[in-house]
């Protein structure tokens, strides 16, 4: 892998290395980074998981507590939703690459700071550059404001396809609001069903 500045703001694959060579080394890229203090409170980064060679990437905000321990994304409560909400789509987790905005554990699961966001994100647009998905399905506000570079909220975006460059970004509620919000619950699994229609159209 090349790397065009210091922080991966735009990477270069290698003569001969695939999407998951190049994902190897972003993750060890991260596995290395000290540039906030997220690395001091950390048991383990959290790079991301799944194909990749995946049409989907669902894109979350930051890892918890299961998550900073097993060094995956969406193994708790969170996560096991979202295993079923992508069984609406037809998905498995085998078919899509899960990510987060941040990398490493906000202290008691405090949303990102600004600045926390602006050093990590490198590596997330790193990961999307590496995998090509179709579709970035954001997971709540902080990766749908990331991503679309908007500041409209995720109540009034949810559930409708918009291109960021070749990308089509489909917004939906976090799973773990909405474990604990019908409301976002009914939406949240709509929105999934209308992924399974997107992805056969």
């Known amino acids: 892998m090349s790397v065009v500045n210091n922080h991966f703001a735009t990477i270069q694959a290698a003569e001969g290395e695939g999407s998951a060579q190049l994902l190897g080394d972003i993750a060890a890229a991260i596995g290395r980074c000290r540039q906030c203090a997220l690395c001091g409170g950390r048991t383990n980064v959290v790079p991301g998981f799944g194909n990749p060679e995946a049409r989907v990437m669902l894109i979350g905000e930051a890892p918890g507590k299961n998550e900073d321990l097993q060094g995956r994304p969406f193994v708790g409560a969170a996560g096991h939703y979202l295993t079923d909400l992508l069984g609406l789509a037809g998905l ?46 954001t997971m709540g506000n902080f990766s749908t404001k990331f991503i679309l570079k908007t500041e409209r909220g995720i109540t009034r975006l949810h559930g409708q396809v918009t291109m960021a460059g070749r990308f089509k970004v489909f917004p939906v509620f976090h799973p773990a609001a909405a474990l604990y919000d019908q409301t976002k619950q009914v939406a949240i699994e709509a929105d999934f069903r209308r992924l399974s229609e997107l992805l056969r159209g």
Not at 101 to 120: F, G, Q, T
Request: some cysteine; proline content about 13%.
């Open 92 to 137: 498995t987790r085998e078919d899509v690459f899960i990510a987060n905005v941040l990398k490493c554990r906000p202290p008691s699961n405090r949303d990102p700071h600004p600045d926390e966001i602006a050093i990590c994100t490198p590596f997330l647009r790193d990961q999307v550059r590496a995998i090509g998905p179709e579709f970035l399905v």
